[in-house]
Every structure is written in C-alpha cells, then in structure tokens.
C-alpha cells in the first residue's frame, strides 16, 4: 500500500498541480498569469488540506492533531478560494 501511494504522489499529482497553474492560452508574461496562479492558490491549499486528512486514515494513527491541522486547512483554501476569485475576476 505504501509504494502505491508513492507511486501516485510522484506520477500524479505533481501533473494536476501543474495543470491547475497552466493558463488556458498558453503561458504569458503578463499580469494575467499572475491572477490565474493567485485564483488556484485557495484550490492548491484545499487539496493539501485533503492530503492532510488522508493521512490518518492511511496509517491506523488515532491521534486528533492531523484531523484539526486538515481541517484548519481545508477551511483556509475554501476561503482564499472564495476571497482570491471574487477579487481577481
């Protein structure tokens, strides 16, 4: 199970962080690059919230301190999701 979970960290989400940062129009040197990068900030920091939550159930730990540090995570990306597209659109 530990060498999967390996294997999928180093194949795979370092292609869908990259993918979340890649403007539709192809990389610009301009500001609006800048303003994708900071709209999916909230999105990258949700999905390390996630992570954090997963690791808990995937070492048969039962200690509360990944939960509320996930969940405090989880929360922040959700508002600085919220916050980060409402001011750059």
Known sequence: ?????????????NRFIIAL???E???????STMNTVLKNLGVVI?????????VPA????????FLLIGLGTTI???????FLNKRFE
């Open 1 to 13: 199970m530990g060498n999967f979970i390996i294997f999928f960290l180093k194949n795979f989400s």
């Open 21 to 23: 940062f890649v403007p």
């Open 25 to 31: 129009n192809y990389i610009k040197t301009d500001k």
């Open 46 to 54: 949700l999905l390390i919230g996630v992570g954090i939550l997963m």
């Open 58 to 65: 995937l070492t048969d730990t039962r200690d509360n301190m």
């Open 76 to 82: 922040l990306g959700f508002l600085l999701h919220i």
